[in-house]
């Protein structure tokens, strides 16, 4: 079964508009928030990776908004992730209880810390996050 | 010729994150600011469609970033529109000079007060911005 | 004792900016998501003052910066509060682990739903506030 | 006469919250805007700071708040700054039209690219902008 990562939190009042609902960009930070913790839940935060200098940069972002979620509703965000050699993409599903409120897809290119694109098959960390990825699906199958 | 509105401002401090850019989210800020510079440029500010109860509810955004923003760039957003009986479809060119930054869509579906979809080509504020669109493209062209 | 919330959450990387730390004004987003976990915690969700027409305008904030939060960073905000007839003000602890990280201040004044100023004190909610908070005060001490 | 900084935008959508009017840490961000159109007006863009690496670190923020502001609201922020050796000031007033809808304050210190705090008296870029702004002070009598 493909892995996926899993967070709740609850619509901040910042986040709203005046429509009385949670402002439509805010998806794509929560989608951030996705991406996120499904690296810590791989016991691989992204901080690691900025340490040992390969980054992500997003070149796609899209997301299909089906119902409104408003102010102090408990979200949960359901993350999946794809790695290839140059790029990574993710897809994400963002629930209140069992109503699915939007779906999204990103995808990023990997990057060193001078911003120059990079292969990244060779790196430690692309190892290790595809062997977490495997041992994941595995377990969790 | 397809018209389009045309607006521009400086990236914010508050926009830029840990990467020295401007986050990615905040595209969609901007092409929401792009909406609002081209119902004005049509002598149509938003305002008076929320005052006449027919408001827009976001269905679908996506946005393809090609070159990074950063602080302090003076930013072109250029907005085309495309209306219908049920939604609106509009698509954002994002510029730094001549540099095109990013590119993208958003779709919406008319709606009235309490949220309900509608079919607005009946509806005053319709044909006033069917008919201000024309004429500015005959204008234009 | 005085009765205080506490709610912990991770920076997000929205939330920094090219200094590669947070954006100062998100520590009053920080401080707005202590309240409402303040009043959860009180049983007394901020959604059920909206609901019974008790809600709460800011007049003032103000916040001193200590020590830089980074992304990633897990935060604690400690929350207390002090309710009077027509106004509450809130004081604020920002820690990462030991390290307090800012610290603020926000005042409020009730209002009802078109906007107007209150004399809170007979209002339902306000005498089950004023008894939760007591109720808390008496436990912890 | 006090040397002012002058700058105008309208409210964004995205700015606005489930009350109908402008969340209030966006005039800190508004605030952050006056800054950098202080800066520019004196021929001496904040990029100009960094490049130098004289920057700013922000260590107290305050506001009160007035009036509301709302969606399309045509905002201007008039800044004033004093500068010392090892702090800068800033006072804001935010208006529409004449209409004071906030006032405020923000104190940094001076830091280097290590974000270390200097004194920046014998900074070159110290000195260019304490006679921009007697210049402009003079000009301005």
Same mark, same amino acid.
């Given at each position: 079964?493909?892995?996926?990562?899993?967070?709740?939190?609850?619509?901040?009042?910042?986040?709203?508009?005046?429509?009385?609902?949670?402002?439509?960009?805010?998806?794509?930070?929560?989608?951030?928030?996705?991406?996120?913790?499904?690296?810590?839940?791989?016991?691989?935060?992204?901080?690691?990776?900025?340490?040992?200098?390969?980054?992500?940069?997003?070149?796609?972002?899209?997301?299909? *908004? +089906?119902? %409104?979620?408003?102010?102090?509703?408990?979200? @949960? !965000?359901?993350?999946?992730? #794809?790695?290839?050699? $140059?790029?990574?993409?993710?897809?994400?599903?963002? *629930? +209140?209880? %069992?109503?699915?409120?939007?779906?999204?897809? @990103? !995808?990023?290119?990997?990057? #060193?810390?001078?911003? $120059?694109?990079?292969?990244?098959?060779?790196?430690?960390?692309?190892?290790?996050?595809?062997?977490?990825?495997?041992?994941?699906?595995?377990?969790?199958?």
């Amino acid at each position: 079964m493909k892995f996926s990562g899993k967070t709740s939190f609850r619509v901040r009042y910042a986040e709203t508009d005046k429509m009385g609902i949670v402002y439509h960009a805010n998806y794509l930070v929560w989608f951030e928030v996705g991406r996120s913790e499904l690296f810590r839940d791989l016991n691989l935060p992204y901080t690691i990776f900025e340490e040992q200098d390969l980054e992500l940069t997003i070149i796609e972002a899209s997301c299909r *908004y +089906r119902q %409104s979620a408003h102010y102090d509703d408990e979200i @949960t !965000v359901i993350t999946r992730v #794809n790695i290839f050699s $140059r790029k990574v993409t993710f897809s994400y599903l963002v *629930y +209140r209880d %069992s109503t699915l409120l939007a779906e999204g897809k @990103t !995808v990023h290119l990997f990057i #060193n810390r001078q911003g $120059r694109v990079i292969n990244a098959h060779s790196h430690p960390l692309w190892q290790k996050m595809q062997s977490a990825i495997e041992k994941r699906e595995r377990e969790d199958s």
